[in-house]
């Protein structure tokens, strides 16, 4: 089983633990600006995703090897179950996992977050870009690579932040590995993953939906996620994009604290 690097905050005596799974490019440094505040009264775990940061990554990976890890490495931990926040990517993953191992996740926070694609068809062309984009990292370098991957569609609202926040983004990228991203993209990409569409219904734990109103493309997701899901509620941050907790960090904030670790005095002002 590959070992997960990880960095851990609050009391192991903790009654509840806070699992956390960034998105791609990202490591655990995506979730340090929280961790002073979410850790106050939660055992809070951030893991590197496997290719990304310290943590290495297999060829033969797939999404649901991984929630297997995930699950032996609670187990190793001492861990029964966990509150779990996934970003993007990192979404995909917490969704699988709360789905094939329901009991383990008591409740799920989905920030920019998909059940995967929904035809064979999107899937295989979904790898075929993957590929593509495994091979650019390959032929290219990690630093050609960043430099395209900052300037996507997906990333464009990114570019109103202050300087400083889009280069500590940019630093976070460029420290990774080619070779992990490349795997990471063939091994856990999207058209890789299963459609986890038709076993939202059976979900049945309080899940919190997180989009950007500028992320068009998510925040229809989303909706569409809500009507599926037995006990899920959606928060639509404004004057954000893909990345809710960079662009709007203090009300990313409030969510989580109200929500995954129940702080009751913390008042919402998304719209």
Not at 192 to 212: E, H, N, R, T
Request: glycine share 6%; proline share 3%; hydrophobic share 40%.
């Amino acid at each position: 089983m590959p070992k997960f690097h990880y960095v851990e905050s609050g009391s192991d005596s903790a009654s509840d633990t806070l699992l956390l799974f960034h998105g791609f490019t990202g490591t655990h440094q995506t979730w340090l600006p929280f961790l002073e505040s979410w850790s106050e009264k939660h055992h809070v775990i951030a893991v590197d995703m496997p290719g990304h940061g310290r943590t290495a990554i297999q060829d033969d990976l797939t999404m649901d090897r991984f929630t297997d890890d995930v699950a032996d490495f609670l187990v190793q931990q001492g861990i029964a179950d966990v509150k779990l926040l996934g970003y993007s990517m990192g979404g995909r993953a917490a969704l699988a996992f709360a789905c094939r191992y329901p009991d383990r996740v008591s409740e799920l926070l989905l920030e920019s977050a998909s059940p995967g694609l929904r035809t064979e068809e999107e899937r295989l062309a979904r790898q075929k870009q993957d590929q593509r984009l495994a091979s650019r990292l390959k032929t290219d370098g990690l630093e050609q690579f960043v430099n395209f991957w900052e300037n996507i569609p997906l990333f464009d609202t990114q570019k109103n932040l202050p300087e400083f926040i889009q280069q500590n983004i940019r630093e976070e990228r460029l420290s990774q590995q080619a070779t992990g991203l490349a795997s990471s993209l063939r091994t856990m990409g999207t058209g890789k993953q299963d459609s986890y569409w038709d076993k939202l219904s059976f979900l049945d734990k309080p899940v919190i939906l997180v989009a950007g109103s500028m992320d068009h493309k998510f925040v229809g997701i989303n909706q569409e996620m809500e009507k599926r899901l037995s006990a899920a509620e959606l928060h639509i941050v404004a004057s954000a994009g893909h990345c809710v907790h960079v662009e709007q960090p203090r009300i990313f904030d409030k969510i989580v604290r109200r929500y995954l670790l129940h702080n009751e005095a913390d008042i919402l002002e998304e719209s």
